[in-house]
């Protein structure tokens, strides 16, 4: 069965960093390209950053430009965002999510994903 787990979500202050990660189950992630998204309560579900296969390309939401860094191990099947100098508003459900073809242009479209994990809350508070 294809699953993919996100972690490292939690309670952090502004102005500081934690680190998500997304693993594979059931299959490897060698061949797709992975979305973050996050879904803030009453809003909908938004992109947030993007990366191919090969983590060549990347892409991000102007809101996290700057501040978020997507990277992928794909020897150990993780991806990973990278959350700095974070604000209240980053607080969200954070998903990631694969997809079997990469368009930089359209990554951030949750349309394009196949395969969803279950979300990270991630909570930015003082």
């Known amino acids: 069965q294809l699953q993919l787990v996100e972690s490292g979500g939690g309670l952090v202050q502004p102005g500081g960093s934690l680190r998500l990660s997304c693993a594979a189950s059931g299959f490897t992630l060698d061949y797709y390209a992975i979305g973050w998204f996050r879904q803030a309560p009453g809003k909908e579900r938004e992109g947030v950053s993007c990366?191919?296969?090969?983590?060549?390309?990347?892409n991000y939401a102007d809101s996290v430009k700057g501040r978020f860094t997507i990277s992928r191990d794909n020897a150990k099947n993780l991806v990973y965002l990278r959350m700095n100098s974070l604000k209240p508003e980053d607080t969200a459900v954070y998903y990631c999510a694969a997809a079997k073809l990469w368009d930089g242009n359209t990554c951030l479209n949750r349309a394009r994903y196949d395969y969803w994990g279950q979300g990270t809350q991630v909570t930015v508070s003082s």
């Open positions: 990366i191919s296969s090969s983590g060549g390309r990347t």
